[in-house]
């Protein structure tokens, strides 16, 4: 893979609203990290694959922005992930009611979206009890494998 072939690949990335994309090739592995609130932020790592050393390689590469104050803030809280690349929906079906609302009380195995990939749908469910405290995608949204979808009180 030359240079040309790498910059496109960030740049249709960027434009994808993708927040991680990984490449692995015979002797090349990749990764593209983005940010999806908007900012122009772009973190590419070349590696070859004898090679131990990640060399940082980008549009603009910086440092990941900590997040710590965000960790210690929500540290009581649980965060259920996405188990799965797609498309996050908070109903059944159009016209069907929500599964649940920022205060819902919900219990382990409750319904709480419903993840799209590649056409099907697949209900996620809770793992654990409690009141969901913050809803962090928005309806209709991509989500990514691993992207925190709620924040769940257990208490």
Do not use: W
């Amino acid at each position: 893979m030359d240079l040309k072939e790498i910059q496109n690949l960030i740049k249709f990335v960027a434009n994808s609203g993708v927040a991680e994309v990984k490449l692995e090739m015979d002797d090349v592995k990749i990764t593209i990290r983005t940010t999806l609130e908007g900012n122009s932020q772009e973190i590419t790592y070349l590696q070859q694959a004898p090679v131990a050393q990640t060399i940082p390689f980008g549009v603009e590469a910086q440092a990941a922005i900590p997040v710590a104050g965000v960790v210690e803030k929500n540290s009581k809280y649980i965060t259920i992930k996405s188990p799965i690349i797609g498309t996050f929906y908070r109903k059944p079906s159009p016209d069907k009611p929500i599964f649940v609302e920022v205060g819902s009380t919900i219990k382990k195995g409750d319904v709480l979206c419903v993840i799209e990939a590649m056409k099907l749908f697949n209900e996620i469910e809770s793992e654990v009890s409690g009141k969901i405290v913050k809803i962090l995608v928005d309806d209709m949204s991509p989500v990514e494998f691993d992207q925190p979808l709620f924040l769940v009180d257990p208490s």
